[in-house]
């Protein structure tokens, strides 16, 4: 069925279900106890709770399976971190990315508010950095989820003259869910009012110790709008990255990640994907959730046709016969037959299990494979 009732939940976690109902209004979700809650939801509201959840859901002779396949050390190369920068609304983080990238999103998006996750990469020292924005805001709780599901490194940005708040809170359930390292940048320093050590102490409450005061967490001064230790930011970047030894094989088929899709008018479906190991070529055949699709064209976040995107590269696709969802798993394949027999028997699979009211499919990829 790929929900559960408000109650169903609650009785899972041993909680009441009134507790439950508050920790969702506080997630900007109201809800009522028959509520059905989807497992982007479960997933969070499990996070608040600090439980654990696994979802088993049933997946039979799936080729997306064939994800668990360990690769020989020899093919792996070095990759760029992929970075998500998260934090509660308007503590500055698009135009934190914004001063990085040196252009300016911010004053493009509606209201200011960032609907969507942009990804983007930049070059420092030689080293790329692959950054996803996410928004602050309350009701993209979810998309933030998916955000932290792709993530190498979370940059939890926090104003310097406000503090710890909710979604600064949810942000480290997060990154912590998903084991993810985070950087702290405290920023808007420039503001007069700001007290970068009042946000230091707020963050000890939840495990994250400046190293300065004998813990390990990186904590980094910036001012997105002076441009204020950007470099020594990009800098602790690569410095957890090297540590964490990413690496990804580039001589391989794709495999991606849908970070948002869209039905355009003019040029059909697109779908932001995140390659993730292996090289995305145009003219691929792939099969994204249940759908199969055929790499038409490929833009870069500058705009840029490419031929040909490798690991940790965010590209812009189309060529897909339908939309699908954010968080969907993408596979390439040599054979045309091969990528649309998956595609067939996959939609199959969903239908299936939508008939037999159990658990779908491309929510489980987005569990499973990611
Ligand atoms: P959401 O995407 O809605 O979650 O917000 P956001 O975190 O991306 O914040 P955004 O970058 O849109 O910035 C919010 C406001 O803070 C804007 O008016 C920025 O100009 C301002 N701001 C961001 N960084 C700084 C900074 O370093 N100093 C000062 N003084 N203002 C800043
Ligand atoms: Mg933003």
Redesign the pocket.
Known sequence: RGTMTVGEVAKLFHKDASELIKKLLMMGVMATINQELDLDTIQLISAEFGIEVELKLPVEEDPFEMDEVVEDPENLMERPPVVTIM??????????LDAIRHTNV?AG?AG???QHIGAYQVESNGKKITFL?T???EAFTTMRARGSKVTDITIL?VAADDGVMPQTVEAINHAKAANVPIIVAV?????PEANPDKIRQELTEYALIPEEWGGETIFVN?????RTNLDELLEMILLVAEVQELKANPNTTAKGTVIEAELDKGKGPVARILVQDGTLRIGDPFVAGVFFGRVRAMVNDKGRRLKEAGPSTPVEITGLHEVPQAGDRLIAFDDERKAREIADKRTITLRESELNSSSRVTLDDLYKHI
Request: a neutral charge; aromatic letters at 0%.
């Open positions: 934090g509660h609304v308007d503590h500055g983080k698009t135009t934190l911010t998006e200011g508010i960032t924005d928004p602050g805001h940005v920023n808007k320093i420039d503001k910036v001012s997105a709008k002076s």
